[in-house]
């Protein structure tokens, strides 16, 4: 015989007990009110089944925590009903931007991270600071696109800066530019500029992505259609795929900001 | 019924298994051809310690489990369950007093804070994805991420979403990479209206954390009675590394940790291993068993550990027709959804994760037909070592292994039969992915066991460093506990301090490097 003394104890309320199986009896219940079919089919599912399970499991812990497990399924099963908060769609991680006239720039600002430790132990390490670009396919000129910043012409893009997989060769992938130290000096920002090489005749894509942790606002990134100035923040909550990372000599990245 | 006079002593299974593995272990290093897997010291040791760790475990679980087969369980020594009874349930659990109360505060407060630390941004998945981890040369800066309620979560959540709408009835029926966990986004999806994607996750992390650590209190203290190891134990997983790596990130492995644990303390309380019960009492021992294991497996594929669990500690002395029981139960439930899911909402369950166990099993016979140096390579490319000290760092492995001569056998035995039911899987698993978060569900074993050596240290230290009463030596004791877990809760909280190199081994283990 297996003796469980909280079952005889006198703490052991019977009547929280059945309290507790009534509301949970309710929630399931409640949950059963659904729109759709599918969404019936899946709650009534999973209510089943948890239900029942919390019933062997919480059915042997004590009455008042039997209560709080049910009042709370409860209140949640009708927060559905009564609590207006649609999933909200995230923003999209991989997006595209088309350049496909020599008056198209994408503008990138970055306000590099000088008084943290992170930036100073790569810096002092002699870290070698590159620009990273994200853009689709293989780059080569001169269908491809030319990076300047602070007013410095740095590289025009190119098949020996690929970097990472590309499963494909149309893939999006990064380009890895490196910049000189001497950029950084006396410069408390980086202005990235990214365009398509005067000769190229085909569009061109740049990626873009999220933005969490901008060095330079949310606003930071923008994109010049040849008329007006269009920030990826406002459009699509994000920001091009232009960032700064300082590396060791072994490949190791110090840092990565944007 | 009494084994004692019945049954002849004969060797343990555990140091069977021991014994196997050192003999095969050395015969795959020292009879299949010289390879650079042996090329060096610190690589040979490495092969060594994977080639005996999954020989061990696997001959430990084949010794129980075929201890079903009365033939041979009497050639090994009768379990100690056979011969004394298990002490009733609750005669050293939870005993409601002020002491126990104040524990339970203090342990929420420490997962509360660990999981705030570590959230957003600083979440360990997530922050061990970045370039800074050296892991990953595909992503940004944000590492594999989206953006839940304007918050940096790990980039799984994304495809949560549709399951979540699934539920609350905004999105159709849409097949995705999760539809085997779809009961840990059922219950986001009850909190999502109030608190929003990012916090009902969250939050349901937090619930599976904190019930882990309750679960490991209450088995530390049902199975260690008169020690400490259940709270030492429950405070290693307030600070453990694989939920401060989980913390807020949108993942089902807190949710199936727990459930788990609660597994574990369910089959305790329902005396699934007792083999005096009346009839009644054998089918809620086998039903809340099954249904248990069959939501952990809704979760994650939590039912898996659970189940090789119950048939190596079960195998020597349960009967094979509740083991089948419990484990056709279990399989049932989780079936259940399938069968629902692809008939009436038309969800594939293929594709993605769905399909990871399948690819690991047919990734292992190529191997096995390509022949011993094959196999034997397998263990150095694929270091099961790196695995295992991926999820569990060496202080608290070193504290494990004292903790198995610390323990009573009976706890030894269960504790032993947790660790080889929960890294089968994970080994199995590792020439596709090598997965500390899957090797992780030892986590009760392992800090249990360190938990009962640091009990067992801080008397001894206690003893020797005062002479005065009782009063003092259980506070000289306390002071030495406090010590070594601050230690270990140090190295878990490295990440605080920018160093995320325990999160890049626990995401990806450490291969060969020592």
Redesign the interface.
């Given at each position: 015989?297996?003796?469980?003394?909280?079952v005889n104890s006198p703490?052991w309320n019977p009547r929280l007990i059945m309290m507790a199986r009534g509301i949970t009896l309710a929630a399931i219940a409640i949950q059963m009110i659904?729109?759709?079919f599918?969404?019936l089919?899946?709650?009534l599912?999973?209510a089943t089944?948890?239900g029942?399970?919390a019933h062997?499991?919480a059915g042997?812990s004590?009455p008042f925590v039997q209560l709080a497990g049910a009042t709370t399924?409860l209140l949640?099963?009708i927060?559905?009903y009564?609590?207006d908060?649609?999933?909200?769609?995230?923003?999209s991680?991989l997006w595209g931007q088309i350049v496909d006239d020599t008056r198209q720039e994408v503008a990138h600002r970055i306000i590099p991270p000088y008084g943290t430790?992170?930036w100073q132990q790569g810096w002092a390490s002699d870290g070698q600071p590159f620009i990273y670009v994200?853009a689709r396919g293989r780059l080569e000129p001169p269908e491809t696109l030319v990076l300047t910043v602070n007013g410095s012409a740095i590289s025009a893009l190119n098949t020996s800066q690929m970097?990472?997989?590309r499963p494909q060769p149309e893939s999006v992938?990064?380009y890895r530019i490196p910049v000189p130290r001497g950029l950084f000096t006396g410069s408390p920002s980086l202005d990235i500029q990214v365009r398509r090489d005067e000769r190229a005749t085909l569009p061109l894509e740049i990626c873009g992505?999220?933005?969490?942790?901008p060095t330079a606002g949310f606003e930071s990134s923008r994109f010049f259609d040849g008329t007006s100035w269009i920030s990826p923040w406002t459009t699509r909550?994000g920001r091009f795929?232009i960032?700064l990372?300082l590396e060791g000599p072994g490949?190791?990245?110090?840092?990565?900001?944007? | 019924m009494n084994f004692q006079n019945r049954q002849p002593l004969g060797p343990r299974r555990d140091l069977a298994a021991g014994a196997c593995a050192f003999a095969i272990a050395g015969i795959a290093i020292n009879a299949v051809r010289p390879d650079d897997s042996v090329s060096t010291v610190p690589l040979l040791l490495d092969l060594a310690v994977s080639l005996w760790a999954t020989i061990w475990v696997a001959v430990f679980a084949m010794l129980s489990i075929g201890s079903v087969i009365p033939g041979v369980r009497r050639m090994f020594a009768p379990d100690p369950e056979l011969v004394e009874p298990d002490p009733p349930v609750g005669s050293s659990g939870f005993r409601s007093g002020k002491r126990d109360w104040c524990f339970a505060i203090l342990l929420a407060l420490i997962c509360v804070a660990e999981w705030g630390t570590h959230g957003g941004e600083r979440n360990g998945f997530l922050a061990s994805s970045r370039p800074e981890a050296g892991m990953e040369d595909w992503t940004a800066a944000d590492g594999y991420a989206t953006v839940l309620d304007g918050h940096p979560a790990q980039g799984d959540g994304l495809f949560l979403l549709n399951l979540v709408g699934l539920f609350t009835a905004e999105r159709p029926s849409l097949s995705g990479e999760f539809d085997r966990r779809a009961g840990h986004v059922w219950l986001a999806s009850l909190l999502q209206r109030p608190l929003g994607s990012y916090w009902a996750f969250a939050l349901v992390n937090l619930a599976g954390w904190y019930a882990s650590a309750i679960g490991v209190w209450w088995l530390g203290r049902h199975r260690w009675p008169q020690t400490w190891t259940g709270e030492l134990a429950a405070v290693m997983v307030a600070t453990g590394q694989g939920f401060i790596f989980m913390s807020t990130a949108p993942q089902a492995h807190p949710a199936a940790f727990g459930a788990f644990v609660t597994g574990l303390v369910l089959f305790d309380r329902l005396s699934l291993w007792s083999l005096v019960q009346t009839r009644r009492e054998r089918w809620e021992a086998i039903i809340g068993p099954a249904w248990m294991t069959g939501i952990a497996g809704l979760l994650y594929f939590g039912h898996i550990p659970l189940l090789l669990m119950t048939w190596i500690f079960g195998g020597p002395r349960m009967r094979v027709q509740s083991l089948v029981a419990v484990s056709a139960g279990a399989f049932a439930i989780v079936t259940a959804w399938q069968v629902v899911g692809e008939n009436l909402l038309g969800l594939r369950f293929s594709g993605g994760n769905n399909d990871l166990a399948g690819g690991a099993i047919r990734i292992w016979l190529r191997i096995m037909s390509e022949g011993g140096w094959s196999l034997r390579w397998q263990f150095h490319a694929g270091s099961i070592r790196g695995l295992l000290v991926g999820a569990f760092y060496y202080p608290w492995w070193i504290l494990a292994v004292i903790g198995i001569y610390a323990s009573p056998r009976r706890s030894r035995t269960w504790a032993l039969a947790i660790l080889a039911g929960t890294l089968l899987p994970a080994i199995a698993f590792s020439p596709q992915f090598r997965l500390p978060r899957a090797a992780y569900f030892a986590f009760p074993a392992v800090y249990l066991l360190a938990g009962a050596s640091v009990s067992m240290i801080s008397q001894m230290i206690a003893t020797r460093i005062t002479a005065r009463d009782d009063r003092w030596r259980t506070a000289a004791g306390l002071v030495a506990c406090a010590v070594v877990i601050a230690g270990l809760a140090t190295l878990t909280n490295l990440d605080l301090a920018g160093d995320q190199t325990f999160n890049v081994w626990f995401h990806e283990a450490q291969e060969n490097s020592w």
């Open positions: 015989m297996v003796t469980d003394i909280r703490g659904a729109p759709t599918e969404a089919v899946s709650r599912t999973f089944i948890y029942i399970g062997v499991i042997r004590a399924y949640a099963s927060a559905i009564v609590i908060r649609p999933v909200a769609d995230p923003p991680t430790h992170q994200c970097f990472g997989p992938g990064f992505t999220i933005t969490a942790r909550q795929q960032e990372r490949g190791h990245v110090f840092g990565a900001w944007y | -």
